[in-house]
DNA sequence: AAGTGGTCTAGACCACTCA
DNA sequence: GAGTGGTCTAGACCACTTG
């Protein structure tokens, strides 16, 4: 039955609330079958095609995969093409390169006025901040500075090991994710960054100065990256 | 009536290209109101359901607008807003940079290896290429180096004074736009380019090297542009 | 053969805009 | 009040996958 008849939000938007709750939750866990129209359309009270409606709409935000004759299964969120679809670094052949990451340790810290803005966050919240070096055939080509809002990723500090791609944390505390802005620039690489990545302080780099959001829109990661091309591109992708 | 009900294609997608032609072709001319889903559906031959969907996709692809209890109507795709969706130069405060653009006169040629590759043409195919600088405020910040199918456009070197933004060109030819793609790197600029720019030659700066495409996914320009950023940057947004 | 999602129908009622 | 698109219903049949 749907939440709140008496709501103004539509019907189909109720239910897709539902079912993408399910899903961040992990009472539907990923690579699993969710129900089928008519059962979802008996359990909440509507017509198969307002379960179709939102059905589709969870599936336009990647939260499910339909196939026909087959299901409507829940999406890893973990898995590649998933969760390096933010990372827009390509080789010369068009291939994307997802580098091997190597994560310093998380430090904990009041949000600055940068992280501020980016996060919209206030002057009292807390940060965690990660330093992370990508790496591909052995070779360092970013140093990323991430920054999360700790309220989203409680206790992160304490945690030994885990991988730090948004994609995964954010799975990990129940939040689905939305889009990502990028902003690039030249830049020049920081005395630390030019060290690791083996050039001259001052080199012309790529400043990757990304946040990515939430479904519901709020900022859950910013991060900025130093990046050193040779040979690669990266790619911009507009509809 | 459906063109061909012996198709495999569903209904609602040939409803769907029936309507794009009549936009593309200008049967429909920009602004103008379209018939109402119902007058559609009865001269279609198919439901009103059936229809909807034709209209929401060609919604999604910025073909027409639909407002409730005014009507549909097809987008002007010259407009501020649809002409300028490619262009991702932004502001210190975020607001879009849309340069004033001089363009030089149009030469057409044969294809090289490059602007085969980026447009899929063969050998003996032609194109047209123009030289557009774009300022802001009075400071040239990009050198456009564009290409163009020549098959696409006929004709376009003897017209005189016409607006060669991409957008304008494929309305008048009865083109619609889809998606485009932009490689982006750190270059040098070229002696003639640092001219322009009024900076030292081999100045880093972004290399934009973009092809737009038609909506049914064939390219039908490529450009690259040598863009110096001077508080400015290049925002890529991520779905 | 049974079950799934994909397409399609033929309506109803509502919210909104405008004359 | 008339006309529009937005939501919603309650089915039918088809294409596809799997046991």
Partial sequence: MPQDVLSNRPLYLQVRDALAERIAKGTWRPGAAIPNESDLA?????????????????????????????????NDQASEGLAIRFSNIRGADGERIVGQVEAGEATEGKANALERE???????????????VQSHDGRPFM??????????????VEMNGVNHRIAILAQRHGVLLGKAQERISIGQASP????????????????????TQTLDGYPVEWRIGQCHLVGQHYLAEMT
């Avoid at 960054?193 to 012309?204: D, F, M, Q, S």
């Fill in 42 to 74: 008996r359990e909440f009270g509507v017509s198969p095609g307002t379960t179709r409606k939102a059905l589709d709409l969870i599936e336009s935000e990647r939260l499910v995969t339909r196939r026909q004759g087959r299901g409507t299964f829940v």
């Fill in 118 to 132: 980016r996060l919209r966050l206030q002057a009292a919240d807390h940060v965690y901040r990660i330093r992370r």
């Fill in 143 to 156: 140093v990323e500075d991430v920054s999360m809002p700790a309220t989203i990723f409680p206790r992160l």
């Fill in 192 to 211: 630390e960054a030019a060290e690791v990545l083996g050039i001259a302080p001052a080199t012309a780099i790529l400043s990757l100065d990304r946040v």
